[in-house]
């Protein structure tokens, strides 16, 4: 038993669990795979501040934290697309170092753990349900804080939520996942020096590598692989030898079907393979390439958002929206297929409290990108940086409710900003 369980150990699963603990709640941090990180660690996404620049006003807390460690062990450095401020991360020194803050900040982390269902009395959280290598138990807590990304969760308790639907077009539907892949035997110096004499191959808002491969395969005849964009690739960090993640593949699927996963896995890895096969034959620095691994799952930029006390809306963001429940700031960017912006310049916006509280249910907080958003909102909500810091300011939520006998929705807003604070986040 603790005070606060947190289910899902990405972005904002971390954040929630350190800004739990910091606030003086014992935590328990859940996750089924057998390390923590999430999408970035996961799938192998190595830039998780992609949109920062240089007048970019950042949240701080946990992000700044996480960040200042990786640079520390020499696991972070900075991208090809200047003039980013980002950094690209080794995704698997990320896990190691996750595991270094736990410790430092006395949480209890459990792998290989699938949370099944919640365990309730009327319409409050007591639990959750898990399934294991141990069999079936249970995890009793004061207050949960869902971070599955899928509002899992909050829906099993009933909690209303919004979801789109499966189709062609990630516009109106749910936005495409994508297996990330590496390849070893890579002429790097030759790809440095192939982007200095043709800087217009970078496309410096998508931190895209607009490849002259897709167009000679055309004037060939070769097929370009479909499911994926058609003229680019990106790829982010490179070693001696090897571009550790490539990005190119789009696929149609619903992350809370199994089928459906296990369809966008197989058809992945396909068109993956297809790729590197024409950067092979039309792309001289990869002719002698070599598949160097597959992220572990295809990530999923969208699935449930929760209808909680308030919906984020786009106009919200790019009207640089103020609340008076603000838990942070956060830059205004959006990366979608119907826009994508770049934190170019200082505006930014607050992140109002209220979007986590998922309705009709009490002692569960909802962080990440399944927080109550309007389609277009998840542009920039299912951000890691956004993720992060509505995962600390949940947990520092659930530590404080506990304290002071509260229910989460009862808590002292100005409390709550003054921890957020003392834990380095830029409230206002």
């Known amino acids: 038993m603790a005070d606060v369980l947190v289910v899902g150990g990405g972005p904002a699963g971390i954040s929630a669990a350190i800004g739990a603990a910091d606030a003086g709640a014992s935590v328990i941090i859940a996750e089924?795979?057998?390390?923590?990180?999430?999408?970035?660690?996961?799938?192998?996404?190595?830039?998780?501040?992609?949109?920062?620049?240089?007048?970019?006003?950042?949240?701080?807390?946990?992000?700044?934290?996480?960040?200042?460690k990786m640079l520390a062990c020499g696991a972070a450095e900075k991208p090809l697309f200047e003039p980013s401020a980002s950094y690209n991360y080794d995704t698997e020194t990320l896990k190691f170092v996750i595991d270094e803050l736990l410790e430092e900040h006395h949480i209890t982390p459990i792998y290989h753990c699938l949370v099944t269902e919640p365990y309730m009395e009327d319409d409050s959280m007591k639990g959750v349900f898990t399934e294991s290598k141990s069999g079936r138990q249970a995890i009793l807590a004061k207050r949960v804080i869902d971070c599955t990304g899928d509002a899992d969760i909050?829906?099993?308790?009933?909690?209303?939520?919004?979801?789109?639907?499966?189709?062609?077009?990630?516009?109106?539907?749910?936005?495409?996942?994508?297996?990330?892949?590496g390849a070893s035997n890579v002429n790097v110096p030759k790809v440095r020096e192939n982007l200095k004499e043709h800087p217009e191959m970078l496309d410096r808002i998508r931190h895209e590598f607009i490849s002259d491969g897709f167009s000679k395969a055309r004037e060939n005849h070769y097929p370009i692989?479909?499911?994926?964009?058609?003229?680019?690739?990106?790829?982010?960090?490179?070693?001696?030898?090897?571009?550790?993640?490539?990005?190119?593949?789009r696929v149609p699927v619903d992350g809370n079907d199994v089928l459906?996963?296990?369809?966008?896995?197989?058809?992945?890895?396909?068109?993956?393979?297809?790729?590197?096969e024409l950067l092979r034959r039309y792309e001289p620095e990869f002719e002698e390439a070599c598949l160097r691994h597959f992220a572990a799952a295809v990530g999923i930029r969208e699935t449930r958002r929760i209808v909680g006390?308030?919906?984020?809306?786009?106009?919200?963001?790019?009207?640089?929206?103020?609340?008076?429940?603000?838990?942070?700031?956060?830059?205004?960017?959006?990366?979608?297929?119907?826009?994508?912006?770049?934190?170019?310049?200082?505006?930014h916006f607050q992140i109002p409290y209220r979007i986590m509280l998922p309705q009709g249910i009490e002692n569960l907080l909802v962080a990440g990108r399944s927080v109550s958003a309007t389609k277009d909102a998840t542009h920039t909500t299912r951000g890691v940086d956004f993720c992060m810091i509505t995962g600390q300011a949940a947990g520092i939520a659930s530590a404080l409710s506990i304290q002071k006998k509260v229910p989460v929705r009862d808590i002292s807003i100005d409390l709550l900003q003054k921890n957020l604070q003392q834990q380095g986040v830029q409230v206002f």
């Not at 996961?42 to 006003?57: A, G, H, L, Y």
């Not at 838990?327 to 505006?347: F, H, N, Q, S």
């Open 32 to 68: 089924r795979y057998g390390f923590l990180g999430g999408i970035p660690a996961i799938c192998n996404m190595e830039p998780s501040s992609w949109c920062r620049q240089k007048d970019t006003v950042m949240p701080g807390g946990v992000q700044a934290l996480l960040e200042q």
């Open 309 to 347: 006390d308030y919906q984020l809306t786009m106009e919200d963001i790019t009207g640089e929206r103020q609340f008076d429940d603000s838990v942070g700031v956060y830059p205004v960017c959006m990366d979608g297929p119907k826009i994508c912006r770049a934190a170019l310049t200082g505006a």
């Open 154 to 181: 909050a829906a099993q308790c009933g909690a209303p939520f919004e979801k789109c639907s499966l189709g062609g077009d990630e516009k109106e539907n749910m936005m495409y996942g994508t297996l990330i892949f």
């Open 225 to 249: 692989p479909p499911h994926g964009f058609q003229n680019q690739i990106i790829f982010n960090r490179m070693t001696q030898g090897e571009v550790t993640a490539i990005n190119r593949v």
């Open 260 to 276: 459906s996963l296990t369809e966008a896995e197989i058809l992945s890895r396909k068109e993956a393979l297809d790729t590197l």
